[in-house]
């Protein structure tokens, strides 16, 4: 029997192999480059029939790279790939999955008004005249029962959770005949249900002979689902490594080249005066649906609030009415006391509101404006950086050198454009200045979201600080593990309602997991703050 074009007992052709009937996939020496980049080094990748194998390493190290390499995404400038023993040429996502490799994005690609049949087949070579809809509706339920995939072929793309929606894609991979399975960030936007749903499927598929590979910044997950480990750091392949024998904090270190800290280390200490208080809140979405449905928050100071759900459940939302950039439809929001409901984003940046937004190219920065414009955007009004209309350029230059310093922006000079600068340290250039205004109320939209793990562990403390420094702070996030690790108190939102607030140290991961599927929860917290 065949297995994606090639036979399982053929014999070795290049080196490394000591059992090739047991490997999937080899990438030798491959060589990327990109303008100023070198993203991959001379990497070696194997990947065995039968295993989960999962690629870690830091923003920039190289891993989507190289998997988009092997997907036929990007075409490599050196180096040779070898599927069950036999060489390759990917030149192209169609010679990738002719070739049995399937890639799956953290972004889905599937047409919401299209049915998950229709989703599945579109592009594809067969049927090549007419399309048997009964026939390929049967094929997609047998490889979805075989699997553990259930979803239902007729439903359309729009009626399906974000969990049904990622099986469409698997299904997808696995309809056209993928044996390699490409997992990039695959976790980002599930439930911890859907995650335990997940993971049952890529085992059942690697039981089957399928090999997967999870890109992931999750280090528990890796240690939960992978057989082994290879981590890239800048482009170079440092090590591979059974799962079994290491451990979170080793895979951290060679992601990084120096010891990583992954426990959050939270001081308890008593709440102070209420900052922020959110009364029956009301919004519209952008396509005039209601997005919050009578809202009810308090955040004293010292305390970080975390927002748990699904995305779209009205989070970007929420955070957008308090920071002024959305109108309220109904309900009122005090900060300090003073009711601040849909007025103008400066009112409320005078009241020392600070917003680190989920979007931090598109609304975070300017990425045509230097670094030093970015983080003077919100002081360049104020003395001694301006006297009337005219600004003071050598207090604005010391005022940003001192937060590229403090912050440790990575920069080659303060005129340096912020688009060009990589992900963290966009995020660390938001927070140095939206935290430089000592904030009393800091709004914090997935600031962790993309980010390795040395970027996470800087924000991480830096969300710490300003709660010891006496900030209320609304942390909003799709990664429980972040927000049971730095909130105080847990609200679960669904389809615009807080399902429940509870204690993250007391509250079962299911529990949560079953308000962010729309269980609701009265907890005590919740009815004083209804009171």
């Known amino acids: ?300 100071s010292g305390e970080i609030l975390g927002i748990a759900g699904v995305a779209g459940n009205g989070q970007r939302e929420l955070a957008e009415v308090i920071c002024g950039l959305r109108p309220a439809r109904g309900g009122k929001i005090l900060i300090c006391g003073k009711d601040l409901t849909s007025v103008p984003p400066r009112k409320v940046i005078e009241e020392k509101v600070a917003y680190i937004p989920e979007d931090r190219k598109g609304m975070g920065t300017v990425g045509n404006l230097s670094v030093l414009e970015n983080l003077v955007l919100k002081d360049y009004r104020r003395s001694p950086f301006s006297s009337g209309a005219f600004l003071n350029l050598r207090q604005l230059r010391q005022h940003a050198s001192t937060l590229v310093e403090k912050f440790q922006i990575q920069t080659p000079k303060l005129e340096t454009p912020a688009k060009l600068l990589s992900g963290g340290n966009i995020q660390r250039l938001i927070l140095a200045r939206e935290i430089s205004c000592s904030p009393k109320l800091l709004v914090a939209v997935h600031p962790t979201r993309g980010l390795d793990v040395s970027a996470t562990e800087s924000v991480h403390r830096m969300l710490l600080e300003q709660r010891e420094s006496g900030a209320a702070i609304l942390l909003i996030s799709e990664d429980l593990d972040e927000l049971t690790s730095l909130s105080d108190w847990l609200a679960v939102i669904y389809e615009g309602e807080i399902m429940g607030i509870v204690d993250p140290r007391k509250a079962s991961l299911e529990d949560i997991g079953l308000m962010m599927a729309g269980k609701k929860r009265q907890t005590p917290q919740e009815a004083v703050i209804e009171a």
Not at 36 to 56: I, P, Q, R, S
Not at 92 to 120: T, Y
Not at 232 to 247: F, I, P, Q, S, Y
């Open 1 to 300: 029997m065949s297995f994606c074009g090639g036979d399982l007992k053929s014999p070795p052709l290049f080196k490394g192999f000591q059992t090739v009937e047991n490997h999937a996939v080899f990438m030798e020496g491959i060589v990327k480059r990109f303008p100023g980049v070198l993203a991959n080094d001379h990497v070696d990748f194997e990947v065995k029939a039968g295993e989960v194998h999962a690629l870690l390493g830091e923003n920039g190290a190289g891993k989507t790279t190289l998997m988009s390499i092997l997907a036929g995404i990007y075409r490599l400038d050196a180096g040779q790939i070898f599927i069950n023993g036999r060489k390759v040429q990917i030149k192209s996502p169609r010679d990738a999955i002719k070739e049995g490799v399937g890639m799956i994005h953290q972004n889905f690609l599937l047409v919401n008004s299209h049915s998950v049949a229709e989703n599945i087949t579109l592009g594809y070579d067969r049927p090549k005249f007419f399309m048997n809809r009964r026939e390929i509706e049967k094929e997609i339920k047998e490889i979805g029962e075989k699997f553990g995939l259930f979803v239902d072929p007729k439903a359309k793309i729009w009626q399906l959770s974000v969990g049904e929606q990622q099986r469409v894609e698997i299904l997808k991979m696995l309809f056209r005949g993928a044996k390699i399975l490409v997992m990039d960030e695959p976790t980002a936007v599930l439930t911890p249900q859907e995650v335990n749903e997940l993971f049952s499927t890529l085992r059942s598929m690697a039981q089957a002979g399928h090999a997967v590979v999870f890109i992931s910044h999750k280090l528990d997950e890796v240690m939960r689902i992978s057989d082994r480990v290879t981590v890239l750091r800048k482009g170079k392949k440092v090590a591979t490594l059974n799962t079994r024998d290491t451990t979170p904090n080793e895979l951290a270190r060679l992601m990084v080249g120096r010891e990583v800290f992954l426990e959050v280390k939270k001081t308890d200490h008593p709440p102070g005066e209420k900052i922020l208080q959110v009364s029956r809140l009301e919004a519209l979405s952008d396509k005039g649906l209601p997005a919050l449905k009578g809202i009810n928050l308090i955040i004293h």
